[in-house]
Every structure is written in C-alpha cells, then in structure tokens.
C-alpha cells in the first residue's frame, strides 16, 4: 500500500471531527485549521459520507461528523471507503484482485506480499479516529505529510532516493 493525499486528507478530517464529536463541523472549519484544500476535501467528504463514516447535514447549522464514536472507525475503514486497495500488489489484493499467470506458484507473493498486505490491514484496524484526534487536540496538522509522499517519478539513483 502506498499512502496518497487522498489518505493524508481523509485521516486528517475524521482526525478533526473526532476532536469535535459532539457538533457540527463545516468543511471551511476544517479547512481553516488544517490547511487542507476546499476542493480536495469535499471530494474527500463525499467519500466519507458514502462509506457509512461521516454523516453529513444541510443548512445553516449543519456541516459534518461522524456516524459513530471515534473509537468505533478504524483507520481500515477510512481507507476502504476511499476505496484504496490496502495490498502491495495487485494480485494479492482483497478489494481489487488481478489475477496473475504465476499466482498458485509463486513463493514471493504466498510468503511475502500477502503476509505485507495482511499486517498492513490489521495496523490500521488497530488505530481509531480516537488516535487521530489525539494529534488535532495537540495542534498538530497533517499537511507536511504530504510532501513525504512517494511519487511515480521518484526512483532509487545511486542508492538515494531522487527524483526523476
């Protein structure tokens, strides 16, 4: 699994109205003290909202929360509802597989890659919205993450990672 700014966005939302469980929150709010982008956000929310875990309420006193207690939304469940596969390769994938022409064979991808997915799933069923709220309650915010992201046009150059 490679984390994307769609992930940084989304666990720093449900980071945000877990802090704020008890009322409304507005995308702006949100967007105020998290520097996140209005337009990258909603789209996020939306997906949210579709997945079962963030409510949403229309009018002046509405905004967004979250369906159920902080303590009850694994970080699992946010990624799933993005729908982002949580697999390093395809062809081990629970959400998305590709079937591959080596898979009853191949070693690498029965002891490894499906061990790597396996333990990505239950790190993330292990840590709540709760945790997250714990960093928005501290002022911490999220956007410097997504300058550490890996991107496609990075490679290994001389043993350093660069960009090409």
């Known amino acids: 699994m490679r984390i994307s700014s769609l992930d940084v966005h989304a666990f720093q939302a449900v980071g945000y109205f ?3 469980e008890t009322r409304w929150v507005t995308a702006a709010e949100i967007c105020e003290h998290t520097v996140l982008s209005r337009a990258f956000l909603v789209r996020v929310l939306a997906c949210l909202v579709r997945g079962g875990v963030v409510m949403s309420k229309r009018g002046i006193t509405g905004g967004y929360r979250l369906a159920r207690s902080p303590a009850q939304i694994t970080l699992r469940e946010v990624v799933q509802v993005l ?3 949580v697999a390093p390769l395809s062809c081990v994938s629970l959400s998305a597989p ?3 022409v080596h898979q009853e064979h191949c070693g690498v991808r029965r002891d ?3 061990e790597l997915r396996d333990s990505t799933h239950a790190v993330l069923a292990r840590f709540t919205a709760a945790d997250l ?3 928005i309650q ?3 915010s999220y956007s410097p993450c ?3 992201l890996w991107h496609p046009q990075q490679e290994l150059v001389a043993g350093r990672w660069a960009r090409v």
Do not use: Y
Request: with cysteine; aromatic share 4%; hydrophobic share 40%.
């Open 18 to 20: 877990a802090a704020h």
């Open 83 to 85: 729908e982002r596969p």
């Open 98 to 100: 590709v079937p591959c």
């Open 112 to 114: 490894v890659f499906t």
């Open 133 to 135: 709220a714990t960093d």
């Open 138 to 140: 501290a002022g911490r």
């Open 146 to 148: 997504l300058s550490h």
